[in-house]
């Protein structure tokens, strides 16, 4: 930043266009103006001796704010990583033998991890996040672009690359909904806060069949609605291009419009589970056995039909659970409770083909 070029504008306006400089100066203990008091005149009537209670003179005062500016402008510039491909190098499975393959991943890609109970999904999404460099018990090697991430990439904590939501969301900040979105957006330093955390809102709530409002306290969400909101959060606050999901089938959330919702915000979304919905809507699925990555399968045309064919059975399902939850009594209708709907898109003759 340039000082001649901050002096003579008004204040008011600068902290508009950057609004972590109230902070700054709410920090110091001093209120800005509202008016159209320049910076130079704003810092020229502060008290001197508040300012020497703080070890600092007006031009030492000017100084630090460019500085913090500069700092700030720095920080929202490597607060938006962009990568276009992230790697997985082979590592060990439980018993030492090795992977027998790798695999590359890009944004805006879906891409499911499955296997037994056990089998080894959860380390190699954790895997993933700590951006691994053979030092996990799987001996698996991440690389970004095809280059290993320097340590402060890896460690410094101000560069998210990859953001995980688990099983559980477990608030402890005794927050309503807009506080808890309105601290989340000034930390990343977006543009425009009220507006985006109205649409994270907007969208959070169209993820679960559980409405709830602004001013409802975080703590009092359920599992579900706490869910659709980190995933919403995530879609259109967070930087990171990488998100990990966790068994999002019991979740209590439309698990087809957050997965949607993700990819278009061009996310790379990887995520266990052992839903056969959720692993057919992947581009591809990780097998995982004996902790070993033992197969990587692209998804086929038979399969994507297999998987629209469970999606309409899906549906079907969550109107039957909605019409449960709101008290009705429901009828034997062999249409509505069929398990082979005819369905657009189905494979021939209403049935998957479980046996291809």
């Known amino acids: 930043m340039n000082p001649s070029q901050i002096l003579n504008q008004p204040l008011f306006t600068l902290i508009r266009d950057h609004p972590y400089l109230h902070d700054f100066f709410d920090t110091l203990g001093f209120q800005p103006p509202r008016d159209d008091t320049s910076v130079q005149a704003f810092i020229h009537l502060l008290p001197e001796d508040g300012l020497a209670d703080l070890g600092l003179d007006k031009e030492s005062l000017l100084v630090q704010m460019i500085e913090f500016m500069d700092k700030m402008e720095a920080y929202q510039q490597q607060g938006r990583p962009l990568i276009s491909r992230l790697t997985i190098q082979a590592g060990f499975d439980k018993s030492g033998n090795?992977?027998?393959?790798?695999?590359?991943?890009?944004?805006g890609q879906v891409v499911s991890v499955v296997g037994p109970t056990g089998s080894g999904k959860s380390q190699l999404l954790a895997d993933i996040e700590c951006?691994?460099?053979?030092?996990?018990?799987?001996?698996?090697?991440?690389?970004?672009?095809?280059e290993k991430p320097d340590h402060a990439t890896r460690f410094s904590g101000e560069i998210q690359l990859v953001a995980q939501l688990s099983q559980n969301m477990?608030?402890?900040?005794d927050l309503t909904v807009a506080s808890f979105l309105t601290l989340h957006a000034q930390s990343r330093l977006v543009e425009n806060v009220p507006a985006r955390i109205a649409r994270v809102f907007e969208e959070a709530v169209g993820l679960t069949g559980e409405p709830f409002d602004m001013d409802t306290p975080v703590t009092a969400l359920s599992g579900g609605q706490s869910r659709a909101l980190m995933i919403a959060d995530v879609a259109f606050l967070s930087a990171s291009p990488v998100v990990l999901i966790d068994e999002i089938e019991n979740a209590?959330?439309?698990?087809g419009k957050a997965l949607a919702l993700l990819v278009k915000k061009e996310k790379l979304v990887i995520l266990a589970t052992h839903d056969p919905m959720l692993a057919l809507w992947a581009q591809q699925r990780i097998v995982i056995r004996n902790g070993g990555i033992a197969d990587v399968i692209e998804t086929s045309a038979d399969e994507k039909k297999t998987a629209a064919w469970l999606s309409g059975l899906d549906e079907k399902m969550a109107r039957l659970r909605e019409r449960v939850r709101q008290g009705e009594r429901l009828g034997f209708d062999l249409d509505a409770l069929s398990l082979f709907p005819e369905k657009k898109g189905a494979p021939k003759?209403?049935?998957?083909?479980?046996d291809s």
């Open 349 to 354: 003759g209403g049935k998957p083909a479980l």
């Open 170 to 173: 477990n608030f402890v900040m």
């Open 131 to 146: 951006l691994a460099q053979a030092d996990t018990p799987s001996g698996r090697i991440i690389l970004l672009d095809g």
């Open 98 to 107: 090795r992977e027998p393959m790798g695999v590359d991943l890009h944004p």
């Open 252 to 255: 209590g959330v439309d698990r």
